[in-house]
């Protein structure tokens, strides 16, 4: 049976205008779950970051908003604004690992105080949408979720997504499989395993090991290889790869073009893409330094474009040398 594949959030890339142009470009996602917004000003939401969440600049891919909050007030406020956009579920983020947010005990700063996760969940329990979950192991110990499965498990959650690292691993390093399938062992709730599917033989040891596992997301690995969601569906792929790669570039830097202020932001977004998209490059750590050292978009547009017509396409060599 085919997987269901998600979109993971990754704040400052998989924004509305680049799912939309993805999904455009490259099939295999069933889903989405948006970069997280935070409450601000207690409950309000920042007007950009509606504007991400409009129902008609989300028409391509179901998405699901995420927040990011220690209050469940607060929480149940902004979903509040979510469900009357038509929302029926949104995602808590219990998994940020960086330090200005863990260490204001949101994210994973929360994971270490199950008491503290078992309040907020009794209390958002009477908002009118469904809870799905995105969490990690734990802040510093890979055990802490350990305590927190039968806080889970008390809950109505729609689902329960983990990426079996902990905070301060940040995205380095391994990640712990054994935690992982203890947690799916006595979890209640559907769990959709995240973290470090960069091709489709890594997909098939996970869903070989897991076969409860019916849902996947996916980060990083489809940014580098934007195929790879539909190599892991078995749909047919281009006869030519790059010229589609390139297509969904150029597309996706004219929209930037017009949706920024200025080249700056332009820029700054595109090197964001390639710092995963070189990977899949033969000597893609050469492109990758040759892309970030431009300061003109001119000269960048020229480089992205001799990569295009010259570059050897190996998404699953990691951006070795040929
Ligand atoms: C630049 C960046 C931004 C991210 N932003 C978010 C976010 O807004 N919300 C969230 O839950 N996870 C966020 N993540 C974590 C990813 O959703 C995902 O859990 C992580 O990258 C592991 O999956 P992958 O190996 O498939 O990329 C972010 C990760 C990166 C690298």
């Not at 960069?198 to 940014?223: C, D, H, W």
């Not at 820029?267 to 899949?280: H, V």
């Not at 003109?296 to 990691?318: C, L, M, N, S």
Request: net charge positive; glycine share 8%.
């Amino acid at each position: 049976m085919s997987p269901e594949l998600i979109l993971a959030p990754l704040r400052g890339i998989t924004e509305a205008a680049f799912r939309d142009l993805f999904v455009r470009f490259f099939p295999g996602f069933d889903r989405a779950v948006a970069p997280f917004i935070s409450t601000f000003q207690g409950n309000r939401i920042r007007p950009a970051k509606l504007k991400e969440l409009l129902p008609e600049n989300n028409t391509r891919l179901p998405v699901i908003p995420q927040i990011l909050a220690k209050d469940p007030d607060h929480f149940i406020a902004t979903a509040g604004t979510l469900a009357d956009l038509g929302y029926t579920v949104v995602n808590w983020n219990l998994g940020c690992p960086y330090p200005m947010v863990a260490n204001k005990m949101r994210g994973s700063g929360l994971l270490p105080f199950p008491e503290k996760i078992e309040a907020f969940l009794e209390k958002v329990q009477s908002m009118p949408l469904a809870l799905s979950v995105k969490t990690r192991l734990g802040r510093r110990d890979g055990r802490e979720i350990l305590d927190l499965m039968p806080i889970f498990n008390k809950f109505p959650l729609a689902e329960l997504i983990i990426h079996p690292r902990t905070g301060i691993q940040m995205y380095e390093g391994e990640v712990d499989l054994d935690i992982f399938a203890r947690c799916l062992e006595v979890s209640r709730h559907p769990v959709v395993y995240n973290g470090d599917i960069n091709t489709y033989a890594e997909y098939q040891r996970l869903a070989g090991r897991f076969p409860g596992v019916k849902s996947f997301m996916i980060g990083r690995g489809a940014l580098a290889n934007p195929f790879l969601p539909a190599e892991i569906k078995q749909m047919p792929l281009p006869d030519n790869p790059l010229q589609r790669v390139a297509a969904f570039h150029a597309a996706l830097m004219a929209c930037y073009g017009e949706m920024l202020s200025g080249p700056s932001p332009v820029l700054g977004r595109m090197k964001e893409l390639w710092f995963y998209l070189a990977r899949s490059f033969a000597g893609g750590e050469k492109l990758l330094k040759k892309i970030q050292k431009t300061k003109k978009i001119e000269r960048y547009a020229e480089i992205a474009g001799e990569i295009f017509r010259h570059g050897v396409w190996q998404p699953d060599k990691g951006g070795e040398s040929s």
